[in-house]
Nanobody, 121 residues
Framework: QVQLVESGGGLVQPGGSLRLSCAAS????????MAWYRQAPGKQREFVAR???????NYADSVKGRFTISRDNAKNTVYLQMNSLKPEDTGVYYC???????????????WGQGTQLTVSS
């Protein structure tokens, strides 16, 4: 199996910046697309950003120009640089990746446990 572990969440003031990390570990054969999702209190989980193995990215309209997703394939890690943070960015941020474990015949979507971001003064 493949595990995803997020880190880097915390409390930040509006207008501030923070970087999230998500490291994959375990019996990894391959990792394809990696992404970030978030879930605000009382709301459904929503897409934030995605990056392919080749580095192509796409973003939710709400974060375009403020967030940047990147990845280090050698470290099996994806990052989310968040700038100009707003209170509405508050929520639990989840890492997601399309992975294939060693010996498996199929890909599946793995999820991390989430990391909390609170944007407040």
């Amino acid at each position: 199996q493949v595990q995803l572990v997020e880190s880097g969440g915390g409390l930040v003031q509006p207008g501030g910046s923070l970087r999230l990390s998500c490291a994959a570990s375990g019996s990894i054969f391959s990792i394809n697309t990696m992404a970030w999702y978030r879930q605000a209190p009382g709301k459904q989980r929503e897409f934030v950003a995605r990056i392919t193995t080749g580095g192509s990215t796409n973003y939710a309209d709400s974060v375009k120009g403020r967030f940047t997703i990147s990845r280090d394939n050698a470290k099996n890690t994806v990052y989310l640089q968040m700038n100009s943070l707003k209170p509405e960015d508050t929520g639990v941020y989840y890492c997601n990746a399309l992975v294939q474990a060693i010996g498996a015949q199929y890909h599946y979507y793995a999820w991390g446990q989430g990391t909390q971001l609170t944007v407040s003064s």
